[in-house]
């Protein structure tokens, strides 16, 4: 069964980057659409971008707009999530999914795997 383990998150500056993973342990995502979701304390999850298994992606946090954006390492089987000029409201649990598909969607209810979380603090 396909597990979704996030890593990366931490406590970082206004301005600052962070880079995080989401793997697959005994598993490829490698003909996966990932979605990379958020939510911040008292907020509801939001939907940050998804990445389809060819590499497009599609932005769907117009907060994060020209700051955050993905990858993906088909020999690593990772798929990462870039972050830049991290910002305040950026804090929050980051949860890495995948819809069993290629494809991607705005849509938490067509993800049907989820990672654990990592939290990402920015804080001066």
């Known amino acids: 069964q396909l597990r979704l383990v996030e890593s990366g998150g931490g406590l970082v500056q206004p301005g600052g980057s962070l880079r995080l993973s989401c793997a697959a342990p005994?598993?490829?995502?490698?003909?996966?659409?990932i979605g990379w979701f958020r939510q911040a304390p008292g907020k509801e999850r939001e939907g940050v971008l998804c990445?389809?298994?060819?590499?497009?992606?599609?932005m769907y946090a117009t907060a994060v707009k020209d700051r955050f954006t993905a990858s993906r390492d088909n020999a690593k089987n990772i798929v990462y999530l870039q972050m830049n000029s991290l910002k305040l409201d950026d804090t929050g649990l980051y949860y890495c999914?995948?819809?069993?598909?290629?494809?991607?969607?705005?849509?938490?209810?067509?993800?049907?795997?989820w990672g654990q979380g990592t939290q990402v603090t920015v804080s001066s």
């Open positions: 005994g598993s490829t995502l490698n003909s996966n659409g």
């Open positions: 999914a995948t819809t069993g598909d290629t494809y991607c969607s705005g849509r938490s209810s067509d993800f049907r795997t």
């Open positions: 990445i389809t298994h060819t590499g497009h992606i599609s």
